[in-house]
């Protein structure tokens, strides 16, 4: 079987920076492009910037679109199929070497795709920082990283015991996250106290709720800035925004681009 050694992907690379354990790059995939079976030397991570594919692993098939976040453990076995044109993939590859460095224990459970829209963030802020490349950018990207495996670590590892209510509210606002829900409106319906969820959210979400429905939103927005079929105004109406400005300043906080800049990537 086949094995892609350090930072190696079966896509064409367009930039890539390698250091200290660590490979970030940018892939272009032709459409139509099949892999065979095939595993990789190190973890990876992969952010899907536009198109997508299919994706057999030893026990079970996934669909990947633009705007998705996939993980592959080392020596994970799988293989990709028909690539959309115009498929791109910004990947980073971490060694062995990189976790021992930073004493950094990571399961070796399979996730497949994340859809924390917190990590995802995580990622297009590294991204900011891998296409700026400034002087201070790697410390960033390192300090970025950490972040995201902390937290990712912390999910599969140790699930915490969450209550009823925040799996239903977690499900509420990501299906519904186009309403603008008051406290009121989302208490009645988990049936939980407005200051018991106020109270409580932080704990469950590592952030508040209105950070949160905010990264739902800046999430939903990184693929339809994508898909181009909508003007900025367009997207900041859909995304629950004030307004185009008000899109662009939570935007720029929240990843580091600005939408125009992103939309490039």
Same mark, same amino acid.
């Given at each position: 079987?086949?094995?892609?050694?350090?930072?190696?992907?079966?896509?064409?690379?367009?930039?890539?920076i390698?250091?200290?354990?660590?490979?970030?790059?940018?892939?272009?995939?032709?459409?139509?492009?099949?892999?065979?079976?095939?595993?990789?030397?190190?973890? @990876?991570?992969?952010?899907?910037?536009?198109g997508g594919?299919?994706?057999?692993?030893?026990?079970?098939?996934?669909?990947?679109?633009?705007?998705?976040?996939?993980?592959?453990?080392?020596?994970?076995?799988?293989?990709?199929?028909? @690539?959309?044109?115009?498929?791109?993939?910004?990947?980073?590859?971490?060694?062995?070497a990189?976790?021992? +460095?930073?004493?950094? +224990?990571?399961?070796?459970?399979s996730?497949?795709?994340?859809?924390?829209?917190?990590?995802?963030?995580?990622v297009v802020?590294?991204?900011?920082?891998?296409?700026?490349?400034?002087?201070?950018?790697?410390?960033?990207?390192?300090?970025?990283?950490?972040?995201?495996?902390?937290?990712?670590?912390?999910?599969?590892?140790?699930?915490?015991?969450?209550?009823?209510?925040?799996?239903?509210?977690?499900?509420?606002?990501?299906?519904?996250?186009?309403?603008?829900?008051?406290?009121?409106e989302l208490?009645?319906?988990?049936?939980?106290?407005?200051?018991?969820?106020?109270?409580?959210?932080?704990?469950?979400?590592?952030?508040?709720?209105?950070?949160?429905?905010?990264?739902?939103?800046?999430?939903k927005?990184l693929?339809?800035?994508?898909s181009?079929?909508?003007?900025?105004?367009?997207?900041?109406?859909?995304?629950?925004?004030?307004?185009q400005?008000h899109?662009?300043r939570?935007?720029?906080q +929240?990843?580091?681009?600005?939408?125009?800049? @992103?939309?490039?990537?």
């Amino acid at each position: 079987m086949l094995q892609f050694s350090a930072g190696n992907f079966l896509g064409e690379k367009t930039y890539e920076i390698r250091r200290d354990g660590l490979v970030l790059s940018k892939c272009n995939y032709h459409g139509g492009l099949t892999s065979s079976w095939h595993y990789h030397e190190n973890v @990876y991570l992969s952010f899907i910037l536009n198109g997508g594919c299919m994706e057999e692993r030893t026990k079970e098939t996934n669909e990947y679109d633009t705007g998705q976040f996939v993980f592959y453990n080392k020596g994970e076995k799988h293989n990709n199929k028909n @690539y959309q044109p115009g498929s791109c993939i910004f990947n980073i590859d971490i060694s062995d070497a990189w976790f021992r +460095q930073h004493d950094v +224990q990571f399961s070796d459970q399979s996730i497949v795709c994340i859809n924390d829209p917190s990590l995802k963030i995580l990622v297009v802020r590294m991204l900011k920082e891998y296409a700026e490349e400034r002087n201070h950018s790697f410390l960033e990207i390192e300090s970025l990283l950490m972040q995201l495996l902390s937290s990712l670590s912390k999910k599969i590892e140790k699930p915490a015991k969450e209550p009823v209510w925040v799996n239903q509210l977690r499900d509420l606002l990501h299906d519904q996250w186009q309403e603008n829900f008051s406290l009121a409106e989302l208490s009645r319906v988990i049936k939980i106290h407005p200051i018991s969820i106020s109270k409580h959210f932080p704990k469950y979400f590592q952030c508040t709720l209105g950070e949160y429905i905010r990264k739902i939103r800046i999430d939903k927005s990184l693929t339809l800035i994508k898909s181009g079929k909508e003007n900025l105004s367009g997207i900041a109406q859909t995304c629950g925004f004030a307004d185009q400005s008000h899109f662009i300043r939570v935007f720029k906080q +929240q990843t580091g681009f600005l939408p125009k800049r @992103y939309m490039k990537m």
